[in-house]
């Protein structure tokens, strides 16, 4: 199964909107975190937002904001206002300790194409 | 802070060479890892090693060795290069032990395998 679900693989928003990126997870650990990570044309991954599962709030970073819902195990992304700079894949991401291990699991992406 | 620094940036090999792609880190991160990025599958972890002298398996190891001697230094090995292993494969650190702490990542490495 995977543990990381992102099921829009791509998306057309007007410039100035409010947009949603999906992301569903799966892990049976009552302690994790959520990452969003934007990855522009020019290849660089860039770090977004972080939620980690114990975090009553929903985490916030300027224009991103993250809607974590625990029981349904999503953690969409949030981006009001967009821009055209905004344009980018945008991968969603779960950090798990694994009996002393650590795991990074990526979603497979979504890429968003704002329309001036 | 240079942070994560990457070498090569591309590289082409034919099959059956072998290569080290080279990954440095300055911020004393003791969490290491590789991943590969390939069109339509996201990025996957390679190795990881949350500390010197320590290394670990992701998903997807095979045709790959890592090592740490150092806690700045963590080079990927490939031992036999075939042409699955064109992709683009990123570094990346992080401080260990802390959920929150984001995961830092070099520029990247686009490997082509002929």
């Known amino acids: 199964a995977q543990k990381i679900t992102q099921t829009q693989p791509g998306m057309f928003v007007q410039e100035k909107e409010a947009v949603t990126l999906d992301c569903t997870y799966d892990t049976s650990d009552q302690s994790y975190g959520l990452f969003w990570y934007k990855q522009p044309s020019s290849g660089e991954m860039i770090f977004l937002i972080y939620?980690?599962?114990?975090?009553?709030q929903n985490a916030t970073e300027g224009r991103y904001s993250l809607n974590f819902q625990k029981a349904r195990k999503s953690a969409n992304l949030v981006i009001s206002a967009s821009q055209l700079g905004d344009s980018a894949m945008y991968f969603c991401?779960?950090?798990?300790?694994?009996?002393?291990?650590?795991?990074?699991?990526f979603g497979t992406g979504t890429r968003l194409t704002i329309i001036p | 802070n240079a942070g994560v620094t990457q070498t090569p940036k591309f590289q082409v090999l034919k099959t059956g060479q072998s290569m080290t792609l080279q990954c440095a880190q300055d911020?004393?991160?003791?969490?290491m890892s590789w991943y590969r990025q390939d069109p339509g599958m996201g990025l996957r972890l390679i190795h990881y090693?949350?500390?010197?002298?320590?290394?670990d398996q992701g998903e997807v190891p095979n045709g790959y060795n890592v090592s740490r001697s150092t806690t700045e230094d963590f080079p990927l090995r490939l031992l036999s290069a075939a042409p699955s292993q064109t992709s683009v494969y990123f570094c990346a650190s992080s401080y260990v032990r802390d959920r929150g702490n984001e995961q830092y990542f070099g520029p990247g490495t686009r490997l082509t395998v002929t």
């Open positions: 911020m004393n991160h003791e969490y």
């Open positions: 090693s949350v500390g010197a002298g320590i290394t």
């Open positions: 939620q980690g599962s114990y975090d009553e």
């Open positions: 991401a779960m950090r798990e300790i694994d009996f002393g291990n650590e795991k990074l699991t």
